[in-house]
Structures are given as C-alpha cells and as structure tokens.
C-alpha cells in the first residue's frame, strides 16, 4: 500500500479514536488497520501512537504527523474537486464545532434544508462551547460568537446576536427594577462563565463600562441561566435566541434597555486549506442567507 493510503488510515484513527472504529469507517478489519499503522511507524521509524487497552494517545510526534497529514489530505481533496470541474455539485464531508446552544436553537432547523439542496454532502456536528482547535482537532469549520482572536483563521461574519438584560417580574417586584448599571450591586445576578469575577459591558453616555456582577448561581449554559431568570433567582444577561420565547411570553422581562452594548457577531471560520473547498463555502454562504435575518 502506498504512503498515502497509510496517511488516510491513520487520520482515520485519529479521528475515530479507535482501530475498531476506524476500520468500520473504511470498510476494512481491525487486524489490515492495526497492521498498517505498524508498519507507518516502522517506515518512518517512530511510534506514532501510544496504545493501551483503553485508549489510543498520540505521541508528540503522532500528533504533528496527523496535523501535516490532515492538509495534505484537504489538498489532494481540493484537486480532485478541481478536476471533477468547479460546475459541479459540491461534494464531501463537512466537519462542524458550533456553540451548544446556539446549535439547538437554530441548527436543527438549517441543516435538513442545507442538506437537501445538497445532496451529495454530509455533516458531522460536534457541539461545544470550547473553543476548538481546528487544525489539530481535524475540523473544516467552526461557528463563534463574540470577539475572534488573531489567529490564521480565515473568518466570515454570518450575523449579528443581540443581547439582553432580563428577569422575572416576580424577582423584580421583590427586588425592584435596576435603572442604572451601578445599581447591580444590589442585585442577584446570574452570570455566564467560571471564575471569581464576571464583568458585564455597558453602554453609559457613549462609552464603555465593565460592571463586575456576582450570585450565587453561575453556569456555562444560557439555557440552564434562562430558567433560573424565569424562577425568580436574579438578574440575567443572554442573546434573544436564548431568551426570546420567555421575553415574548412575559416569563421574563428586559431591563437596562438604555445601556445595552452593540451586537455580538456570529462568525464562521475555517483554516486557510479550506478556504477553496466547495460543501465548506456553500454551507457558509447557505447559513449567511438564512441567518442575516
């Protein structure tokens, strides 16, 4: 067999995570994977894996191997493409990291209309509020909200995500309104995030301000901060996606109006090798139509 198709199959565990998983995946037995990944090492002369009864751990080296394979495999891909003509349906396999949350709310909807226009492409999901390592994780796309880091990344901006302040009419009537940010110090607040100290931005007379809040409730899921807002525990700061059924319901209410800050931007990046990739382009230019409204 020829390096290549040693390449494919070790990315292939890689991925898989197991020789068993990666074998079903490639239509071959466990035993011709096992033996191939054994004589990649011998060839290159390096252990690329180290393996348990558990698991599979790559070796530094493995891990540098995988990255370099994955680009060479993208690019053999964008050839073969190329050469089928660029006239064609897109075809091919788009792997996917999207914020748990916003996949729920939206991308349950989107993806059976993305997939039937497009009938020769798949999709693989995988949600997540990390951020992912695209490049060594394997992934051709991820969505991101909020401030991207500087990164090699190539970004495309899909929309904007408002924000708001919210909280029960119960807590407010016990409680009373909040009319300035200042006035968050007397208040239960329930913050998205970990650590010690949450910082919340606000708009005051044309500039910025960072109102550091706290409660006895903090999570990393808007969801899980949405209902406890509703029952009455404090003082909430999520994207309309989250929140807007129980705003439109009257289970929450919106506060601070005059303070909130610009919209968040939901982005869709993607290394540099993908970026002539035909099913990732057309799901990025299929979620700015569906999603700019």
């Given at each position: 067999m020829n390096p290549f198709e040693d390449m494919r199959i070790f990315a292939q565990v890689m991925e898989s995570g197991s020789f068993t998983a990666a074998a079903d995946k490639l239509g071959l037995s466990k035993q011709f994977v096992s033996r191939r990944l054994m004589a990649l090492e011998e060839?290159?002369?390096?252990?690329?894996?180290?393996?348990?009864?558990?698991?599979?751990?790559?070796?530094?080296?493995?891990?540098s191997y995988y990255e370099s394979s994955l680009r060479l495999l993208n690019e053999v891909e964008q050839v073969e493409q190329g050469i089928a003509g660029q006239t064609s349906e897109p075809r091919g396999t788009v792997r996917v990291s999207a914020p748990l949350s916003f996949a729920v709310a939206h991308l349950g909807c989107l993806l059976p209309e993305f997939l039937q226009r497009y009938p020769q492409v798949s999709v693989?999901?995988?949600?997540?509020?990390r951020s992912v390592d695209l490049l060594?994780?394997?992934?051709?796309?991820a969505l991101r909200i909020g401030v991207l880091e500087d990164s090699t990344l190539i970004a495309r901006r899909l929309a904007a995500?408002?924000?708001?302040?919210?909280?029960?009419?119960e807590y407010l009537e016990r409680k009373g309104t909040p009319s300035r940010p200042d006035d968050l110090v007397n208040h239960e607040c329930l913050p998205y995030g970990h650590g010690r100290q949450v910082q919340w931005r606000f708009l005051e007379q044309g500039k910025l301000r960072m109102v550091t809040v706290c409660g006895r409730m903090r999570a990393n899921n808007g969801e899980l901060l949405r209902d406890a807002a509703v029952k009455g525990m404090g003082i909430t700061y999520l994207p309309t996606f989250i929140v807007g059924e129980a705003l439109a319901t009257g289970q929450l209410v919106p506060v601070l109006e005059d303070f909130v800050t610009e919209p968040?931007?939901?982005?869709?990046?993607?290394?540099?090798?993908?970026?002539?990739?035909?099913?990732?382009?057309?799901?990025?230019?299929?979620?700015?139509e569906r999603l700019s409204a």
């Open positions: 060839r290159l002369g390096v252990r690329l894996l180290n393996r348990s009864t558990r698991r599979l751990d790559p070796t530094p080296l493995g891990q693989e999901v995988d949600l997540s509020d060594g994780e394997g992934y051709d796309l995500i408002d924000r708001v302040y919210c909280a029960s009419p968040l931007q939901l982005s869709a990046v993607y290394p540099q090798h993908r970026q002539s990739a035909r099913p990732v382009q057309a799901l990025i230019e299929f979620m700015r």
